[in-house]
């Protein structure tokens, strides 16, 4: 580095166009990587002291414009602490702390190598991209490992990135120290450790690691020891090879190489830098006087002769390219000259200082030359274009490198990809892993995971007491999905979807409602029509017998009334079958409530009919004048025209109307019909139920009729069937949500209208069809005898429980209430 700056200063000395006619010089001075003689050095500058700490004075007065170092950030803060009261521009090539950024703290430092908050962030996304999440961390107990490990956990916690263990030390700890922390890499449950720390730190701890045998760990380290050739044993290269992590990028100056080369201690007799290097070089020492120091410190060495040629050396030294840290030099004094450049370019009257001045050459004050160190830009050679941020740092620039072992057992960085700060979120970092070798010569990346990934259709459910990393997978629940891996929490589907069974796709929630097209909907219909045809069959029968004496003691008009309400109640029960609409809602609820109340009129007439009949005990008696035929036909319509009523304001307050049910089962939607108005729901319902009881009532106090007339004891009969099909279908709905709800209440129509069916028509279509000598004036009016009578009873009873005789208040049979039993 030293040659480096004494390169560039010859350099700028030769170049016509920048600083003209004005030739650069330098003081060295080595601060010993310690604040303490940094400070003392910095002191001495500054109050004209320097004598004590060199050997030679440069004719003329002491003018120290700026500084170029130090190297370690600890020395830096000294230095930028001392000098900083004296506005002198302090610019470093090698300390990274971020520390150093606080204008406040330190408003004259400037740097040409990035801070380790760009350095944290790039090591942040190379772990990130290898899926690392469960890492270790080492730093180096100083500022520059401290305030770089802070702010690379900082960086890795935004990629979820958890720490299974964190250690540092320095140096100078005790063995103990250092072993206790190689024992805690092997028992960890993470092979990926980062190092964070300085080339010395990392010599010890290596030195360590190769004692203890510590094989299978995957290094990724900061720029302070990646590319150091530290690692002198075959056996403690195969430790560390594979290691990866950031590094200054290099970079070939022209010109500089034939420089180092011109190094000779001929050109610098009294310079001991030069002799230390040329000793250790070719393992020879020009002193005759320290020739015997010399063997007992480093074994038998001989005397240099002087004609040792650098060409004939192939080392770091000698590299065409520049390593990062010496190109950074590079731009720090040439950062210098540009500042100086610039200065000295002021046109008079335009200047920035008071008045529009400018600084003078002879006497500027090193303040002035600080405020165009704050807004310098510049190309160098190479073509890159340096300049300070607000904060005194560069652009960002690491190149990622990897140690791979030659086939000759030697280690070489080899660079894998590049980090650019300045680039758009998400570019930042171009990576090719194909080229990359890892731990144990392997190619597959290695694995650093507290926990295996969560697949689509879970989510992390974190342990108790552990990391954030450490999680178990946990299946989302019902309803709720995850489509990526590592879900935190799932996702709710909306309300018309549901998750499949894999939880991680939301499907449509399937469509229920009872069909046409699936069987039990087709059973229902078949059944529906079926009582049609059977209704409409019985009319047909009592059509063609309607001049017979059953048909006509029956009430024929009564009868086909009946037959009628029974077809529309059958057929009322086709409209909750089918897909629901506002027409089919409306629809089922007023045919099926003016149907069953048209229905229970006819059956409440017929009761009342028999109790009337049977009240007159005699022809003349003027029971039946007040409810004859016509009456009759008034008090069907009259009790059907309430419902009608009820129906019609139902329609006109809130009427039914289809809705989308997603209540009783969370995965499917019911289609359904809403009663709308309930009001006029229980109004209806409580109508037909009241209808029902009282022509039950009826029907029962006359069941004990002569068995001849027993019509009582059918409508007995029928109406306990409709009573207790409906009583049975409020729990049985209740429990049965969904399409079935639909079809117990179709269920329900259809059974209780076949019990009105074949109670009160069977009986009588029986004696029709299979024994028509039975359907005669005299058999219906009790002419026979008591014998043949109780017969035919016992002969019927077995099917229709004595339910085939009926009374009649026609006129023609009036003489038959006069008939006797004993």
Known sequence: MLQTMIFTIEEINRDEKLLPNITLGYRIHDDCNSPEISTKVVLALVNGQEETYVNQLCDGPLNIPGIVGGAGSSVSMAIAKTAGPFRIPLVSYLSTCVCLSDRNEYPTFHRTIPSDEHQSKALAHVIQRFGWTWIGTINSDDDYGNSGMRAFVEATHEFGVCIAFS?????????????????????????????????????????????????????????????????????????????????????????????????????????????????????????????????????????????????????????????????NVYKAVYAFAHALHDMFSCERGKGPFVNNTCARFSTFQTWQLLYYMKSISFTTQVGEKVHFDEEGNPTAAYDIVN?????????????????????????????????????????????????????????????????????????????????????????????????????????????EYLSFNEILGMVLTIISLVGVCISGLTAGIFFRHRDTPLVKANNSELSFLLLFA?????????????????????????????????????????????????????????????????????????????????????????????????????????????????????????????????????????????????EAKCITFSMLIFCAVWVTFIPASVSSPGKYTVAVEVFAILASSFGLLFC?????????????????????????????????IHQYVLWFDNAFMIATIDSEFNDAFTCSWK
């Not at 180092?260 to 000793?279: M, Q």
């Open 403 to 511: 140690w791979q072992m030659n086939s000759d057992g030697s280690l070489e960085v080899r660079k894998v990809g590049y980090y650019n700060g300045s680039a758009p979120p998400g570019e930042e970092l171009e990576l090719n892993p194909r080229h990359i070798v890892w731990s144990g010569g392997k190619r597959e990346i290695p694995r650093a995971v507290c926990s295996e990934s969560c697949s689509p259709g879970t989510r992390k459910a974190a342990r108790k007491g552990q990391p954030i990393c450490c999680f178990d997978c946990a299946s989302c629940a019902d309803g709720e999905i995850s489509n990526t891996s590592d879900s935190t929490e799932c996702i709710k589907c909306p309300p018309m979807f549901w998750s499949n069974e894999r939880k991680d796709q939301c499907i449509p929630k399937n469509i």
């Open 566 to 710: 029974l077809s529309c109640c059958f057929l009322c029960s086709v409209t909750f079958i089918g897909k629901p609409s506002v027409w089919s809602c409306v629809l089922r609820r007023t045919a099926f409530g003016v149907s069953f109340v048209l229905c229970i009129s006819c059956v409440l007439v017929k009761t009342i009919l028999v109790l009337t009949a049977f009240k007159a005990n005699h022809p003349s008696n003027n029971w039946m004048k007040w409810f004859g035929p016509r009456q009759q036909r008034i008090s069907v319509f009259v009790l059907a025209a309430v419902q009608c009523l009820i129906c019609v304001l139902w329609l006109l307050i809130e009427p039914p109307f289809p809705v989308i049910n997603i209540k009783y089962y969370r995965e499917t939607i019911i289609l359904e019909c809403d009663t709308g108005s309930s009001a006029a729901f229980y109004s209806a319902s409580g109508y037909i139920a009241l209808l029902s009881c009282i022509s039950f009532v009826l029907a029962f106090l006359a069941r004990k009729l002569p068995d001849n007339f027993n």
């Open 760 to 792: 009160i028509f069977a009986p009588k279509c029986y004696i029709i069809v299979i024994f028509p000598e039975k359907n005669t004036k005299k058999y219906i009016m009790g002419k026979v005898g008591r014998a043949e009578c109780l017969k035919d």
């Open 167 to 327: 250690e540092s030390f320095h140096r100078t700890d005790p063995a103990e120290k250092i072993t206790r922390i190689v024992q805690v890499i092997k028992k960890a449950t993470t092979k990926v450790v980062v190092a964070f720390a300085s080339l010395g730190e990392m010599r010890i701890l290596f030195e360590e690691v190769l004692r203890q045998n510590l094989s299978g760990v995957q290094w990724v380290g900061s720029e302070g020891w990646i590319t150091a050739d530290f690692v002198n044993v075959d056996r403690g290269r195969h430790f560390s090879a594979a290691a990866i992590g950031t590094a200054l990028p290099a970079v070939k100056v022209s010109g500089m190489r034939d420089f180092l080369l011109t190094v000779h201690p001929s050109r610098f007799p009294g310079n001991s830098l030069v002799r230390e290097f040329w000793e250790t070089t070719f393992k020879c020492t020009l002193s005759l006087q320290n020739l015997t120091d010399a063997v007992s410190s480093f074994g038998a060495l001989t005397l240099c002769s002087g004609s040792e040629s650098l060409h004939q050396i192939n080392n770091a030294y000698t590299d065409m390219t520049l390593d990062g840290n010496s190109y």
